[in-house]
Each structure stands twice: as structure tokens, then as C-alpha cells.
């Protein structure tokens, strides 16, 4: 019987994670129908903050950003992302919203008010997908939002387009 990796998808199913990755409340979806060389590079030398509490999110995240050329760094909570901006200048910054001790609206907030991180782009990425948290976090200066589950090729695109704007 072949492995599920063996087996082809159709366009925008699932990944399939390792057995110990199985029960993570994320999923992944990729468009394996588009060859990595033709989804384009993003600048070689951009970097992207990772903030989210779910380890394997993190590190599933990490893996597709690093194929696609980017330098990652990361945080688990609202305050390691934020001293993980200042160690790392970050070019754009995925955040969730779901954090212990500072959540995303409080990380926004930060980022909002202090000149030297009021520009960074932020694209938030959660469960929370209602239209009110939406509305809340563009109000209070995020560039984007997107809802888990989320399509690989979306995220993808959506930094690209945001890192796009600011080299114009």
C-alpha cells in the first residue's frame, strides 16, 4: 500500500503530517500543482518573524519559508516576539493572535506605537477568523489577515505582495 506522501492530492488538500504531528489543530494546505521554481523568490535577504504558540505550526511555517528563500526567525509569546524584533529587525512579521501573557492585539499594539517597529508589516494569521477580530487587528495597523487553516500558496503570496510594496 503506498504512504499518503506517495499518494497524489488534488490541488489545495491538506498536507499530511508525521504521526506525531497528527493531532495538531492547524492545517497546511498546499498547491502541488505549482512547481517550487514557479512560485518566484522572495528577496533573498528578507526576514520573517514566526509568532505562534503551536510549535509545529512554527516549525511547518519555518520549513515552507526557508524553501522559498526566506531567513526566519521566531517566538512562542507575545514578548519573545517582541525581543525577537529588536535582536532581529524583522522585514515583515506573521503573528497570531492566540498567545500566553501578551496576545497578538497587544504585540500589534507595541509594534504600532514605538517609531522604530510602526512601519514593519504585519500579516495576522489565526484561528480567531471571525470578521470582528479581523476588523479589530486592520484597525489597529496590521497590513493583512488570514485565517487557519490556511492555503500555503495564499500566505506565500500575501508576503511577497506586502515585502513588494515596500521596495517600490
Do not use: C
Not at 518566484?40 to 512554527?58: F, I, K
Amino acid at each position: 500500500m503506498p504512504r499518503t506522501s506517495d499518494r497524489p492530492r488534488a490541488p489545495d488538500q491538506a498536507l499530511p503530517l508525521p504521526a506525531e504531528e497528527a493531532g495538531s489543530k492547524f492545517e497546511l494546505l498546499l498547491d502541488p500543482t505549482v512547481p517550487e521554481d514557479a512560485r518566484g523568490a522572495p528577496d533573498p535577504h528578507a526576514t520573517v518573524l514566526l509568532v505562534d504558540d503551536e510549535d509545529q505550526l512554527r516549525r511547518v511555517m519555518r520549513d515552507l519559508l526557508q524553501r522559498e528563500g526566506y531567513r526566519v526567525a521566531e517566538a512562542q509569546n507575545g514578548i519573545e516576539a517582541l525581543d525577537q524584533v529588536d535582536r532581529h529587525a524583522p522585514d515583515i512579521i506573521v503573528l497570531d493572535l492566540n498567545l500566553p501573557g501578551l496576545d497578538g492585539y497587544g504585540v500589534l499594539s507595541h509594534l504600532r506605537s514605538r517609531p522604530a517597529t510602526s512601519k514593519i508589516p504585519v500579516v495576522v494569521l489565526t484561528a480567531r477568523g471571525d470578521e470582528d477580530n479581523e476588523v479589530r487587528v486592520l484597525e489597529l495597523g496590521a497590513d493583512d489577515f488570514l485565517s487557519k487553516p490556511f492555503r500555503a500558496r495564499a500566505l506565500s503570496a500575501r508576503l511577497k505582495t506586502i515585502l513588494g510594496r515596500r521596495t517600490r
